[in-house]
């Protein structure tokens, strides 16, 4: 304690230089910067042909300038420049209504309700699971396999088919991609469930025996508060792959709004920009919901007492 | 049959004149394992009183904390009887006899050291402000007031175990089981609570049972010490230690206290526990 006070007080605040060197932005800025360069070295390369071409049948001569800049600003390209995605995410973010069908606030919010839905679908259902397999010894050995089955069907076959049974039972809309969202997430939840309600050691558990506890005693004063941590890092997986299940349930039933109906617009008429401002959303609709799970992770773990 | 086993238990008295606490006859205890049988208890008679303070010592392997669990009914002997207040090892257990402490603090590492010790009062149905009252009495008792707010992590291995006495204690059970609780502790840390312990026994009064593998703690706080030997693990000899009840640490230089340790050591090597 007085060694920490003395060291705060005693040393001055680090300079610019060295926090940038001791942190965390510099480098990721660094890794982004070489992204950004491969990125735009690869858009002359993969461009270069058709501009080529283009240029070709105008009968133009072009300096190797020209040619760069055309790569890096083309229409329809093969791979967009990353300022001409910027561009159109500025355009479809900020200069929309965000009520508006062209706005990708409003697509992203429409997958994102989906994701969350289905997260909190997926959160139960794998809680439930991991709970009857911990405490029912026959349902350990008979539906482990079953969990482990279900995801080794290929998402993408079987999307189409709970989209088409639940239509005919009237659900359209945001139910069945959050089914999917489910059935994809609910399954690292039980897993990391299972093994934190298995994590109180002996010790741990003799001590509630020496108690005369019951088994609902056991399950709320230990297994449950030890397994909390096993919980949350499962949660960070599944809202990610919550996510993928919301874009990929967008795919099939010829959505028409949701980031994965802009994807499947995008790619009927060849708008690759209009893909990639897409795929840039979606991974940082990603991010903020990992961070999201995060944040409360760390409200919950410093509530319950977790060593700083 | 239970009546007549209490029955039995209530006109029991030890050697000395005490009520009956543990009474074990022929006790065995076989593990089977991977590699054969493992005989961890054989022929095992004991009676314990009470307020003794009893020490089972022995080497590692000589069956002294599988006692103490029998005891506890943690683990089930394969042959013989045991009995505690005149119950079933199962019955006492589900009576809350006793509080165990471990050789671990295993402390709940999401609860404060105030919540920890309202472990078992919660589990028992014990009013929130009675579990308020006990909490601080038994807090002060391990020397531990003020520190009810601190999560374990911020304690020493020392007062995070002190933490584990007083959740054994504060349902005030008659008999204490101790499993090596100061094992892992530096000396003078153990030192220091070997001394705690002696005025805490002279203060409530309980029945306790101790395992250990120090010869100076088990002469220092016993009244009286089992010697074990290991494979099979069996009692070699019972050795009474009535040393002053207010003693201090320097009693250890006397020669009653030397002679008694050396009577223990005798007793060890002659169950061939040095050999190996």
Redo the contacts between chains.
Sequence with gaps: MTTDAATAGGRPAPGLWARLRDGRTLPILTVLGCLLIAWYVGAIFMNADIVRDTFKRQGKTYTTAELVDATWSMERPILPAPHQIAVEINETVFQKKITSKRSLVYHTWITASATLLGFVFGTVLGVLIAVCIVHVRTLDRSLMPWVITSQTIPILAIAPMIIVVLASVNLVGLIPKSIISMYLCFFPVTIGMVKGLRSPDVMQRDLMRTYSASQMQVFWKLRLPASVPFLFTSLKVAIAISLVGAIVGELPTGAVAGIGARLLAGSYYGQTIQIWSALVVASLLGMVLVFAVSAIERLVLSQMGAQR | MTKTVAQAAAIDRTAEGRRTVVEARDLSLVFETADGPVHALANVDLTIGENEFVSFIGPSGCGKTTLMRVI???EQPTGGTISINGMTPSEA??R?A???V???A?L?????VERNIA??L???GIPRAERKRRIEHYLDLVNLGGFGKK?P?QLSGGMQQRVSIARALCFDPDLLLMDEPFGALDEITRDHLNEQLIQLWAQTRKTVVFVTHSIPEAVFLSSKIVVMSPRPGRILKVIDCNLPADRRLDIRETPEFLAIAHEVREGLRAGHSYDD
């Design positions: 506890a009914d943690l257990r589900e809350r006793y509080g165990y471990f050789q671990a295993a709940y590492p999401w609860r404060s472990l078992p919660e589990i028992m999560m992590w």
